[in-house]
């Protein structure tokens, strides 16, 4: 069964930091190509936040976030890790993990991605 398991939210002051995990399921981690965290605030469209690939851990990272997140996968692969440090307010949102298990070159759209995590609530506090 296909299944990623995020993990870590909470809340957090302004300048903070916090580290979010996605538990891959066995099956999605031997088909999965790229692996990925978006985040959605109330009436806003999912943003995409980080990026990894799966085989050369090559990262990518939406410009909001660079300098200041990292993405990052254990040896096993089967979880994603994001690093969140100097969080600010508008870092708030629900953050997803998702996998997409047919890497065409594309990274940064929710399309891209085939399964999807229940998603964490981050709260950062001014």
């Known amino acids: 069964q296909v299944q990623l398991v995020e993990s870590g939210g909470g809340l957090v002051q302004d300048g903070g930091s916090l580290r979010l995990s996605c538990a891959v399921s066995?099956?999605?981690?031997?088909?999965?190509?790229?692996g990925g965290w978006f985040r959605q605030a109330p009436g806003k469209e999912r943003e995409f936040v980080a990026a990894i690939t799966w085989s050369g851990g090559k990262t990518y990272y939406g410009d909001s976030v660079k300098g200041r997140f990292t993405i990052s996968r254990d040896n096993a692969g089967n979880t994603v890790y994001l690093q969140m440090n100097s969080l600010k307010p508008e870092d708030t949102a629900v953050y997803y993990c998702?996998?997409?298990?047919?890497?065409?070159?594309?990274?940064?759209?929710?399309?891209?991605?085939?399964?999807w995590g229940q998603g964490t609530q981050v709260t950062v506090s001014s």
């Open positions: 066995e099956r999605t981690f031997s088909i999965t190509n790229m």
């Open positions: 998702a996998a997409d298990l047919n890497y065409s070159g594309r990274y940064y759209h929710p399309s891209d991605y085939d399964y």
